[in-house]
């Protein structure tokens, strides 16, 4: 299509295009005024056939943001879920593995030595150790 000349091209197409319906009509000229060799001339007489054209107007009738929240409410509808409930459920999901991440290692720890029957706990890394002694603590 590039090696063609002309206008075409994969544009869209104008808001406002004007459209004229043409028409052709062909006949001999017998006006003295023409010249002696009327082969060689010719003579072109352009004329609307009406006052009037036909005008076509384009409007976006759906953006996108219509189309998001079209989307949105068919998916509402069929799914029973919204794009606020998509949110909170990632939210949910990344504080929960975020807690449960911060809250595994303060499990207690049995120590080895059950050779003398004693059991041994050493607590590590809670909010109230830190709270009061501001490090990690053990607790024979």
């Known amino acids: 299509m590039k090696d063609k000349p002309g206008l075409k091209c994969e544009c869209m197409p104008d808001c406002i ?3 004229y319906i043409p028409e052709l009509s062909i006949a001999e000229h017998t006006d003295s ?5 009327s082969s060689a001339s010719i003579l072109i007489d352009l004329h609307f056939k009406q006052s009037a054209c036909i005008l076509y107007r384009s409007d976006l009738i759906l953006g996108w943001l ?3 929240v079209s989307f949105g409410g068919c998916a509402g509808l069929f799914l029973g879920g919204s ?3 998509f949110i909170e459920l990632i939210y949910f999901l ?3 593995v975020y807690y ?3 809250r595994s290692p303060r499990k207690s720890i049995k120590s080895k030595s059950k050779k003398k029957g004693k059991r041994r706990q050493i607590l590590t890394d809670t909010w109230a150790m830190d709270d009061c002694m ?3 603590t ?3």
Do not use: Y
């Open 17 to 19: 295009h004007q459209m």
């Open 33 to 37: 005024t023409m010249e002696e060799n």
């Open 66 to 68: 219509d189309l998001l």
């Open 83 to 85: 794009l606020l409930s």
């Open 94 to 96: 990344t504080w929960r």
């Open 100 to 102: 449960h991440w911060r």
């Open 134 to 136: 501001g490090s990690k």
């Open 138 to 140: 053990s607790i024979p």
